[in-house]
């Protein structure tokens, strides 16, 4: 389901019919909402219809709530979704390294002049590409074992879609929430991220390529995905880490909201390197 969360804050609030429900904790669900990133822009027109029409006001929140638990519930699916875990259709068998460039011509490279050739290489292909140190890539490596899942929020016009990621082994793949609710292990990939370890030993240089639908991702996009993906992955923030913790091991008490929050804050660096 793409969440957009700032258009559909004030929709699911003012917009949405009341879902009448038997369990319904009032103090739970204003506390949501109350704690929502956005709840400070309509927090004036909230308290007119809290005034006003306390039983629409009651209906709303119900439906708010309802929302919430649906939110919840796709996210069990999206990680316990079977024994083996999410998956999603790969477009195309993955390259090798040494069947896009010659690896033996880079014995006697050094470090900077295999970077210098992976990004003119790639310059004027339609990709994201970028590299990283060993010890980088170790840590990503390290995390996407433990934490082989999880969402990521993308900027889309007024507010943000959720896309999907899943680790398998030096690859990751990219799909739209709503994708994969619909098709399941079926859904397309939006983007194809591959971490080429060739080299890393010899070199202390892992290659990293990135290649995606433009149907549904520009460059820009996708590289926005990929720096956010660093970020969660490649850094020992404790924040981030205890997010993707807490979707992964006990989805009932992970916030979507904080996933926007987060996105507010963090800083979207200029690697990897990007060709529109």
Known sequence: MAIVFRRYFWRLLFNSRGIMTSNFD?????????TNPYFNKYADKIRKLKNSDPEEFFKKL?????????????TKKVVYGDKKGPSVSQVKETKKLDEIMKTNLLENKSKEEIVSIWNEFHKDKNVVYGTLTSNAYETIRRYSVKYSTFLLPLPRGEGYEFIMLQFDNNEVHFTPLISYQTHKADAPECLTVVYYIDLAESKDVVLMKGEFDK?????????????QLHLYYGENDEKRIRLMDTFNKNPDS??????????????LKSQPVTKK
Request: net charge negative; proline share 2%.
């Open 254 to 267: 992970f916030r979507y909201m904080d996933l926007i929050a987060e996105m507010d804050l963090i800083p």
């Open 215 to 227: 149907n549904i991702l520009s460059s820009v996009e996708s590289q926005c995905l990929i720096n």
């Open 26 to 34: 009032f103090n739970k669900a204003k506390d949501d909402l109350e």
């Open 62 to 74: 119900k439906a708010c709530q309802e929302k919430s638990k649906l939110i919840k519930e796709e």
